[in-house]
């Protein structure tokens, strides 16, 4: 291996307290609000085929209008508490909020940039009393925090000359004064969500982002940042020149989930998914396939299984209230959470191996195995392979009516579970308690005989 100055300082996940309330929580809302939600991918009457919040960067859109756009932020329907209420009826345990994306507009009255909530006709903190009402529900909040920032003089996307390196010098102080007042703005806060840390002048740095990095956590112990913010002494990010994961868990998944155990190496990791193909902001015209709650809540499964999190991204109107797909979609998972979310929270990769029907969650740290089907076979019987050793001690569904008898023996360790011809319009669950065992087979074929 290199020997890395600036490259993961950590080997394995990590063990403490708050990075396992984190593993637990499996579920989080995303949060993508700014002056974005105003044109909502639409101006002058032409629609920006691009994400929503990008509009900026659209040559259609004069950058001098978009930025002037802070003097219409005037969210008269924002109402943080039913916020927070609707996340915590959807079973969120944690949410990520956007302070600043990438147009430099800052949701708190900064001190160190006159582009903030502040100098808007709403005048007032929009951040503040969100963390108030998200804490208040018993729900987590972490901060998205955008390093590249479009209104920032001093930005640079690569230093070409000593003009620009003096400027980013002055940038970079700028951004770590930034996150230091969030953090004394709103102690609660559990960590930061970056983004916008691709361009050179970012990557070819990684002394300051790893010296970063300790200072938040020494300002702030126990901070959880994805491995989106680092870069290492040779410009590797997210993992560095050793092919070791820098940060806290692997935060690459936006947009897309792993397919397999293998994909994730056992590092903690996060998948942040949009409803429709590609809108983190509000845009009022959704192209493209729009994913159904089933699809989100399949998804979710997934995730849990492989031992990850994952958080559905929503984006407000710039009234403050949420369009009805995803009212609709909040209420529907809820639904669902309500009768199926033990199987979520907690849960983690069962090693146990992969059936088509669907997903294992292990309830982590226990001998409690759910399984989530999501395809039911037509021939109406679910395989279930356990691990040599492992013995099936008792199987229950947490609804009604969805088994039906108990478990056939079809093999060494291999039973059918028969399910009731009920037609399922969601995935369900069948919880297995399992037990190590020298012998295999035991347990159910005792029951049969
Ligand atoms: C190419 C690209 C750049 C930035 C993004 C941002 N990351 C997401 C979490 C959103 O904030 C999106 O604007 C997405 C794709």
Redesign the pocket.
Known sequence: TLPLEHGAHRIGNRTDADMARWRSQRLGQ?I?WGLYAIPGGEWKGKTYNG?A??IRSWKEMPQQEYDNLYKQFNPVNYQPEEWAQQANDMGAKYMII?TK??DGFCLWPSKYSKYSVAASPWKKDIIGPMVDAYNKKGIDVYL?F?IIDWNQPDWRAALKTPADSIAYQRFKVFVKNQLTELLQRYPTVKGF?F??T?DDSWKNDGSFSDELEQYLQRLHPGLIIGSRLRADEKGARHFDSNGRLMGDYEQGW??KLPEKSADVHGNDWEG?MTIPE?Q??YNARWAGHIKSSNELIEMLVKSASLGGNFVI?FGPKSDGTFRTEEVQRMQEISRWMKINGSAIYGGTDAGFAKQDWGYYIRKSGTDSVYMVVCNVPVSGQLRVKLPAQTTLVNVTSLEKNIISGTPELIGKNEYFIHLDHKNQDAPFVILLQTSKDSRDNSGFEKAKT
Do not use: P
């Open positions: 995303f993508h994400a919040e990008w956007t994306h990438h998205y955008s969500w983004d916008g691709w936006e947009r942040v590609n983190w902001g991204n």
